[in-house]
């Protein structure tokens, strides 16, 4: 069978993207039902939102759901998928290579590697190239603009699959870049295992300049918000920590 799925998706109950996200994460389930996505994964900036609820949720639209996270190790941003709850504490390299060593069934992806800012891996990536199961092939590329040059180079040079995400944080974007996986089964064992065989297919739609890169990102993004791209690490760990209190406060 063929699975369409998408690994690389934020919704609203993201710590670091609240502001700027119009959906939930049920609404993108919804829609992602609409676009015949059989596989998605939530990967929110520090927060593992993986709930029985949402499971069933998407059990209940033929979808089968994936836990994840994008998660701040030493700074740079990694994608850990098939993961537990307690991969919220794991926030160095460190501590990543031991949440693999103890959950060997996780799967590791290296977002948008090589791009500009403080968050993307660059030369973090090759140093733990041990420890990533998949690079990803970024959505944010034109024909004359393109970083997932290097990615590819290196995906190649370590036999890694290269994969491509729409990394949604707006749905209109949620079909545009997506993975094809060939599988006997639809489960998560599987669909990492026939991955990491190379039985998949990319499907891949460049952006455009104006619209997208400029508009959407550049100005509504970056312009209207720089702070959660050079201190998202420190946004995040603030809201959770909040979060925390408030719980603790409605407990007692």
């Known amino acids: 069978m ?17 502001e700027t996200i119009s959906y939930t994460a049920k609404q ?7 676009h ?40 740079r941003h990694v994608l850990i998928l098939n993961c537990n709850p307690d ?4 926030k160095t390299f460190t501590s990543l290579r031991e949440y693999k060593k103890n959950n060997p069934e996780i799967f590791i992806i290296a977002p948008h590697p090589y791009f500009q800012g403080p968050i993307s891996l660059r030369e973090k990536l090759e140093e733990n190239i041990d420890l990533f199961d998949a690079v990803e092939h970024s959505w944010f590329f034109t024909k004359l603009i393109n970083r997932n040059k290097k990615a590819k180079e290196v995906a190649k040079k370590y036999n890694l699959p290269l994969i491509s995400t729409s990394d949604t944080h707006k749905l209109k974007y949620l079909n545009n870049n ?36 400029i508009y959407e990102v550049g100005i509504k993004q970056f312009l209207l918000h720089p702070f959660k791209f050079f201190f998202g690490e420190q946004i995040t760990r603030q809201t959770s920590e909040s979060k925390k209190y408030k719980l603790l406060e409605q407990k007692y």
């Open 87 to 90: 991969v919220e504490e794991v």
């Open 28 to 34: 993108a389930i919804k829609e992602a039902k609409k």
């Open 178 to 213: 997506y993975i094809t996986v060939e599988t006997k089964e639809k489960t998560t064992q599987a669909f990492f295992k026939d991955i990491k065989e190379g039985n998949f297919t990319n499907h891949i739609q460049p952006a455009r300049i104006i619209q997208d890169m």
């Open 36 to 75: 015949n996505f059989d596989v998605l994964a939530f990967t929110l900036h520090t927060r593992y939102i993986h709930s029985l609820d949402l499971v069933k949720y998407a059990k209940n639209k033929g979808v089968l759901l994936i836990s994840g996270i994008e998660q701040y190790i030493d700074g």
């Open 2 to 18: 063929k699975l369409k799925a998408n690994l690389h998706l934020h919704s609203n109950e993201d710590p670091l993207d609240k």
